[in-house]
């Protein structure tokens, strides 16, 4: 009878800690997979403000993908609150230029641009998820007026700034580190 107990209670609380974990949820819920990294020699400071900026100039090859510039955010982010940083002490940027800009349109406007697109723009949702968590998307204004590209054609979480390098060297000196693709 005795065994039953045990068994029981090791069954549950190898279950309980399985789920648990299991059930540990990303910040980026959707996107953004991540690996745990076992022995590390280098540890990540989770008391310290992370403040990255990405510099993303490429879109998706198959028009149908996200971007996989714009998914490393949100995989950034998840990595480090899984490891324990802080979410308050992650502060992201993306600053899209060059051809990645098409990657933050609106569906008719993606499928106009890339016209082997199915199912509208596969980004939509992502960017939603990142500014949700609080990431800066900022598109270049002077690839956008080049390219004939309108805010209002934009992803409404998309900010203007009037060039990409205005933007990463103001982020810059507001203490973002640059990550560049």
Known sequence: MNFIPKSIFTILFIGTSYFGFSQESDAIPNYGP?????????????????????????????????????????????????HGVAPKNIKVALVLHSAAVNDVLLDEDYATKNSEATNGNPNTKLVSELADFGVDVIVCGQTAAAANILKSQMLPEVKMALSAMNALVQLQNEGYQLINF
């Not at 090859?61 to 950034?76: G, L, Q, V, W």
């Open 34 to 82: 991540t690996f745990e990294v076992p022995n590390l020699d280098f540890e990540t400071d989770k008391s310290t403000e992370l403040k990255i900026v990405f510099d993303i100039t490429a879109k998706s090859k198959d028009p149908n993908d996200i971007n996989r510039y714009i998914e490393s955010a949100a995989r950034f982010i998840n990595m480090n609150v899984k």
